[in-house]
């Protein structure tokens, strides 16, 4: 199951993409693409929702965000209790060629309503990069997928419905940039 996650800040700021829940570890985590959460230090409120909901139907949190210094890659740190969702499985090894699936809540608004259906795309992986520095691993990987706004933060999933890795970016070379799930385990 995956969610629009909104933010608006007092200096007029605001942001939107998709976030998930996985378990990793024993741990129920929401994740999203660093890039839809602010560059700001400390709490701030989020909105989330489920498809086919107004923008004020869904749970407004105060969260706290994690983000992985090199790969577009955050946790989501907030009180989930109420939230109804299901936590994907970690997957594993990443394969050029390999078919995988993107699940988002694209072309939304975080200013109005309702949220659309989810769309649901498929691809095969082309390209995986992989960058180290110090102790913080980043490997990222381009995936035949069409740049869809709103996604940003979606999973992609492995055809056996586990998550490899986080929606991210235009790569600029028809593809999409997709970071590798497995990045997670440095800032957990």
Known sequence: MIYQIAWHLSNGSKNWGTCFFIKVNGLDLCVTARHVLPSIVGDFQVAIREQNKGFNDGWKKIIRPILHPLSDLAIVIGDWSDVP???????SVIVINEDVSMMGAANTSCDHGPLGKNININGKIKNIFHDEHLKWQNEEFDVDF???????GAPVLNVSNDVIGIYSRDSGNGNVKCSNINNIHCII
Do not use: I
């Open 146 to 152: 069409a740049h869809m706004p709103g996604c940003s």
């Open 85 to 91: 969702y299901t936590p994907y499985n970690l997957g």
